[in-house]
């Protein structure tokens, strides 16, 4: 997918007010997110009032995952991000190699207002998010999915499946499927025989398979007819459904994951960067995108400003019940000492025919 890039224009000069003159720098203040309709609302809660209230210029770009982009501005020593959206592995990885910045929560919020989870040396809880078996309503026939198990059936449901490129998510989802109990998942592939058992299950439809890389891109291969069902992020199914696409979702078992906003550590807009976060983490605003794009809130107080229906389509209670926590301390853990070896493993045994 090519990655676009936004400019939120505020002012006559860059950076006049918070950043200064903004000649000082050879870029303006810019903020990474995943793109899609999720950026869209983060642009309309978060970034256009930020930029307003501040009188700043500000960029936004996309990230898609992995260590990649990370690893180019490691080693050309270029940071061209300030404020970007991780999951839970990257995170770790970059607060671990110096590449995000240890905060100083005095000046984003108290701590203990928010999830345990979302606390960390180096992030902010952005939400919380379910991995869901989604599927067409009006292709998928007159038995629908219950499980995720039924992913796997391309007798009953005849058609490609979506997944998302890359090992994380998949390697649970197989071994999830395979009956693997969550408590087991992380021991499990870290065995031979356990990623023997994932390259097996996920090798059984792999000629079936449309990659996807992009978090908006799973409802446009289901209402396209391209995927008869595909993984995806539980809210961009949801806001889909609020526009009248006919899908569906199965919630059970699920996977959940939180995300964070981190800040680089060689930003040279710390001050942004810092007001940023602390906006970012406002329950007003968290529940006002909660609305929008039915996510977790990370604030605790948030959720209790949203009503019964809008908590009803949130990743929480019944909807995660058995649920793997892919932000565990144990998948982290896993991932920050196999994701190299397993991507480079993964990315050859999908080039095999």
Do not use: H
């Amino acid at each position: 997918m090519k990655q676009s890039r936004t400019r939120i224009l505020v002012g006559s000069i860059a950076g006049v007010g918070l950043l200064g003159a903004s000649t000082a720098y050879s870029r303006d203040f810019t903020v990474v997110s995943w793109g899609g309709g999720l950026q869209d609302v983060q642009r309309e809660v978060y970034f256009q009032p930020f930029a307003k209230a501040k009188g700043i210029r500000l960029n936004e770009d996309i990230y898609l995952g992995g260590w990649g982009q990370f690893r180019a501005m490691q080693e050309s020593q270029n940071v061209a991000w300030d404020v970007v959206e991780v999951e839970p592995s990257e995170l770790a990885r970059g607060c671990e190699e110096g590449l995000f910045a240890r905060l100083d929560w005095s000046r984003i919020g108290s701590r203990d207002k928010f999830l345990p989870q979302a606390v960390s040396d180096c992030g902010v809880g952005v939400f919380t998010a379910s991995i869901v078996v989604a599927y067409n309503l009006r292709t998928i026939g007159e038995r629908r999915p219950t499980s995720m198990t039924d992913f796997w059936d391309l007798n009953t449901w005849p058609g490609r499946r979506g997944l998302r490129r890359g090992p994380k998510f998949n390697m649970e989802f197989a071994l999830l499927s395979d009956g693997v109990p969550p408590a087991e998942i992380y021991k499990t592939l870290r065995t031979e025989d356990g990623l023997l058992r994932v390259f097996r299950k996920i090798g059984s439809i792999k000629s079936s398979i449309i990659w996807w890389e992009a978090g908006a891109q799973p409802p446009e291969l289901l209402m396209s007819g391209n995927v008869a069902m595909s993984l995806a992020y539980n809210a961009r199914i949801a806001t889909a459904i609020r526009d009248g696409r006919s899908l569906g979702m199965v919630w059970q078992p699920s996977m959940i994951t939180l995300d964070y906003w981190a800040i680089m550590k060689r930003t040279p807009f710390p001050e942004a960067a810092y007001d940023l976060l602390a906006m970012l983490a406002q329950p007003e605003r968290q529940a006002d995108f909660a609305r929008r794009f039915p996510y977790g809130p990370t604030y605790v107080e948030a959720a209790s400003m949203l009503d019964a229906d809008q908590r009803r389509e949130l990743p929480q209670g019944s909807n995660i019940a058995n649920a793997l926590n892919l932000g565990s301390d144990e998948a982290i853990q896993f991932w920050l000492d196999r994701q190299d070896e397993l991507t480079d493993r993964w990315n050859a045994w999908v080039a095999r025919p």
